[in-house]
Nanobody, 113 residues
Framework: QVQLVESGGGTAQAGGSLRLSCVVS????????MGWYRQVPGNEREMVAQITLNGGTAYADFAKGRFSISRDNAKSTVFLQMTQLKPEDTAVYYC???????WGQGIQVTVSS
């Protein structure tokens, strides 16, 4: 059974930083591309960043220059480093196995102005 467990969310001030982690089990993590998504109530879930099994990355326009996705295959973990946070980054953040329908439970990120 594939499981994804996010951690590291919480509240930050505008301009601050947070680092999200997602530990993956039940699959060969090193062979999976991974993604981070976010959702605001009433809105559709949107892609934030993706990382391929070879370490290639892609970002949504709003994340470029502020967020960084990385992975540690030895720890089966994918990270999302978020800097220069804005109130509009407030959302529930989810990690996902990129090409499979496996999602984490989601973690709240709140940015106060």
């Amino acid at each position: 059974q594939v499981q994804l467990v996010e951690s590291g969310g919480g509240t930050a001030q505008a301009g601050g930083s947070l680092r999200l982690s997602c530990v993956v089990s039940g699959t060969d993590f090193s062979r999976e591309s991974m993604g981070w998504y976010r959702q605001v109530p009433g809105n559709e879930r949107e892609m934030v960043a993706q990382i391929t099994l070879n370490g290639g990355t892609a970002y949504a326009d709003f994340a470029k220059g502020r967020f960084s996705i990385s992975r540690d295959n030895a720890k089966s973990t994918v990270f999302l480093q978020m800097t220069q946070l804005k109130p509009e980054d407030t959302a529930v953040y989810y990690c996902k196995v990129a090409f499979e329908d496996y999602w984490g439970q989601g973690i709240q990120v709140t940015v106060s102005s």
